[in-house]
């Protein structure tokens, strides 16, 4: 089984950065692919972006050149680097893996405003 805990949300205004931490209570390169989601009020949870065990990336076109996700296997966590924030990007974010199920994180909350 694997645990997983978001930390980093906040609130920024428009224009700005955020980094969002995901830390696994096990060894991520065990774990294979770590993702990104997100869900805004009355919106389904979509993907922002994946990181394999390989460090092939994958992301929701919304974000490209805006957001980049990194991991630190010392740290078994995963990062979530996000920059030139809009109100649109307001949302829970929540880190997930299948390795063991589905498994998601309890979220962070990322509020930009305009």
């Known amino acids: 089984q694997v645990q997983l805990v978001e930390s980093g949300g906040g609130l920024v205004q428009a224009g700005g950065s955020l980094r969002l931490s995901c830390a696994a209570s096990?060894?991520?390169?065990?774990?294979?692919?770590m993702g990104w989601y997100r869900q805004a009020p009355g919106k389904q949870r979509d993907m922002v972006a994946t990181?394999?065990?390989?460090?092939?990336?994958n992301y929701a076109d919304s974000v490209k050149g805006r957001f980049t996700i990194s991991r630190d296997s010392a740290k078994n966590t995963v990062y979530l680097q996000m920059n030139s924030l809009t109100p649109e990007d307001t949302a829970v974010y929540y880190c997930?893996?299948?390795?063991?199920?589905?498994?998601w994180g309890r979220g962070t909350q990322v509020t930009v405003s305009s």
């Open positions: 096990r060894s991520i390169l065990s774990l294979g692919i």
């Open positions: 997930n893996n299948r390795r063991y199920g589905d498994v």
């Open positions: 990181i394999g065990t390989g460090g092939s990336t």
